[in-house]
């Protein structure tokens, strides 16, 4: 069975940095896909960014570009989502997610994704 466990959120003023990670197993093989999504109070769950496992490629929500950077650990079957810059606007329960059939070129935040993790809070003050 795939699963999905998120760490690493908290609490962190604006401006601040914070580093999530993603542990995955059960999927076979390289070619699936993991993306952080995320979900603010009130809000549509969103996507923030995604990698492909097989070639690395990135994909990034307008509102994080520059800001967040998505990378992989194949050997520790981790993904990780470093945070920089944050704003109070990116306070928001972070879910990992995962596609077992990926086609990227069409990811965009509202992109399906197969699999989900349970979510980490990040806070963001002013």
């Known amino acids: 069975d795939v699963q999905l466990q998120a760490f690493g959120g908290g609490l962190v003023q604006a401006g601040g940095s914070l580093r999530l990670s993603c542990v995955v197993s059960g999927f076979t093989g390289d070619d699936y896909a993991i993306g952080w999504y995320r979900q603010a109070p009130g809000k549509e769950r969103e996507g923030v960014s995604c990698?492909?496992?097989?070639?690395?490629?990135?994909y990034y929500a307008d509102s994080v570009k520059g800001r967040f950077t998505i990378s992989s650990d194949n050997a520790k079957n981790t993904v990780y989502l470093q945070m920089n810059s944050l704003k109070p606007e990116d306070t928001a329960v972070y879910y990992c997610?995962?596609?077992?059939?990926?086609?990227?070129?069409?990811?965009?935040?509202?992109?399906?994704?197969?699999?989900w993790g349970k979510g980490t809070q990040v806070t963001v003050s002013s």
């Open positions: 990698i492909g496992m097989d070639d690395g490629s990135t």
């Open positions: 997610a995962g596609d077992s059939s990926p086609a990227l070129s069409s990811w965009s935040p509202h992109y399906g994704m197969d699999y």
